[in-house]
């Protein structure tokens, strides 16, 4: 093998964090609006999108304080849930389902889950087997509470992440998934139509780290945060809405329930959501 074919990925993941850093200490802001305001809003005005990923038994314990908020602020999310969870826990998910949040396919176990999956990767189970991991867990939705889902993210986005997610999807007579990060992904924070049919719903970014996803994992959670503070996380979130709103765009976030909750971050946030028009994916198959 050349050598130019060892040193290039390396190199291209090298520029690729140089020219983040860069970006986000000389103008995040001005490559923000630039990069947003290319997009095309499905929904015409500016709208907001609030989800949150159920991956950990500490996630199912934040659940009900989770829905109160919601409830109490009047705003319907998606959520996605993992399939043995609805299982273990079927009446806070038929509590969530009554009370209007769109539920997310996310696996039946969530491969690499500590609680049932530690040593499997969804991107390196075979075809059937994801169809599997996908097609069970519309089941489980199915048989304990009543619904017919049409939307999936892959469990741990990105990394795990496979192109074979699309065609399951569409054989299965799914409409979207949630699964990539918009500064990596066309349609500039919108939905845009990726294959077989399947449209591709990109979790946003913020104004001043316009080239990560704003979540509490790359803000708060792992080792050098881009914040950091939970106070700081709110003014971000905040900001963020106030651009979208000013220039009617479109974003999604996702969110832990467990980190989201502490400190009063999440009654902080869906504070400043009321402010604005907040949808969940399934709205957009109506349009
Ligand atoms: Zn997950």
Same mark, same amino acid.
């Given at each position: 093998?050349?050598?130019? #074919?060892?040193?290039? !990925? @390396? #190199?291209?993941?090298?520029?690729?964090?140089?020219?983040?850093?860069?970006? /986000?200490?000389?103008?995040?802001?001005? #490559?923000?609006? =630039?990069?947003?305001?290319?997009?095309?809003?499905?929904?015409?005005?500016?709208?907001?999108?609030?989800?949150?990923?159920?991956?950990?038994?500490? %996630?199912?314990?934040? @659940?009900?304080?989770? &829905?109160?908020?919601?409830?109490?602020?009047?705003? =319907?999310?998606?959520?996605?849930?993992i399939g043995k969870f609805v299982e273990k826990y079927p009446d806070i998910h038929k509590r969530a389902v009554e009370e209007g949040h769109e539920i997310i396919n /996310?696996?039946?176990?969530?491969?690499?889950?500590?609680?049932?999956?530690?040593?499997?990767?969804?991107?390196?189970?075979?075809?059937?087997?994801?169809?599997?991991?996908?097609?069970?867990? /519309?089941?489980?939705? +199915?048989?304990?509470?009543?619904?017919?889902?049409?939307?999936?993210?892959? !469990?741990?986005y990105g990394n795990l992440h496979t192109e074979s997610v699309y065609p399951i999807l569409a054989e299965l007579g799914y409409k979207y998934s949630s699964s990539t990060?918009?500064?990596?992904?066309?349609?500039?924070?919108?939905?845009?139509? +990726?294959? /077989?049919?399947?449209?591709?719903?990109?979790?946003?970014?913020? !104004?001043?780290?316009?080239?990560?996803?704003?979540?509490?994992?790359?803000?708060?959670?792992?080792?050098?945060?881009?914040?950091?503070? %939970? %106070?700081?996380?709110?003014?971000?979130?905040?900001?963020?809405?106030?651009?979208?709103?000013?220039?009617? &765009?479109?974003?999604?976030?996702?969110?832990? !329930?467990? %980190?989201?909750?502490?400190? =009063?971050? &999440?009654?902080?946030?869906?504070k400043k959501l009321t402010l604005i028009k907040t949808v969940q994916y399934k709205d957009l198959f109506i349009y």
């Open positions: 093998m050349y050598p130019d #074919f060892a040193v290039r !990925p @390396f #190199f291209n993941k090298y520029a690729a964090r140089m020219a983040r850093e860069i970006i /986000h200490r000389a103008f995040p802001e001005t #490559f923000f609006r =630039k990069f947003m305001l290319k997009q095309k809003n499905p929904f015409k005005e500016a709208a907001y999108a609030l989800t949150f990923d159920f991956d950990f038994e500490k %996630d199912i314990a934040a @659940f009900p304080v989770l &829905l109160d908020l919601l409830k109490k602020n009047n705003i =319907k999310a998606g959520l996605a849930v /996310h696996s039946y176990t969530h491969p690499d889950n500590p609680h049932w999956a530690p040593d499997r990767f969804f991107n390196k189970l075979a075809y059937a087997e994801q169809k599997t991991e996908i097609e069970k867990a /519309h089941e489980t939705y +199915h048989n304990i509470l009543g619904i017919e889902c049409i939307g999936f993210r892959t !469990p741990h990060a918009a500064c990596g992904y066309k349609g500039y924070g919108a939905p845009s139509l +990726h294959s /077989h049919g399947i449209i591709e719903i990109p979790t946003g970014c913020s !104004p001043n780290f316009p080239l990560a996803i704003f979540d509490s994992w790359n803000m708060l959670r792992k080792k050098n945060p881009f914040l950091g503070d %939970d %106070d700081l996380f709110v003014n971000e979130f905040n900001k963020t809405i106030e651009v979208i709103s000013e220039n009617n &765009l479109f974003l999604t976030h996702y969110f832990d !329930p467990y %980190d989201i909750i502490k400190n =009063k971050k &999440l009654d902080r946030i869906l």
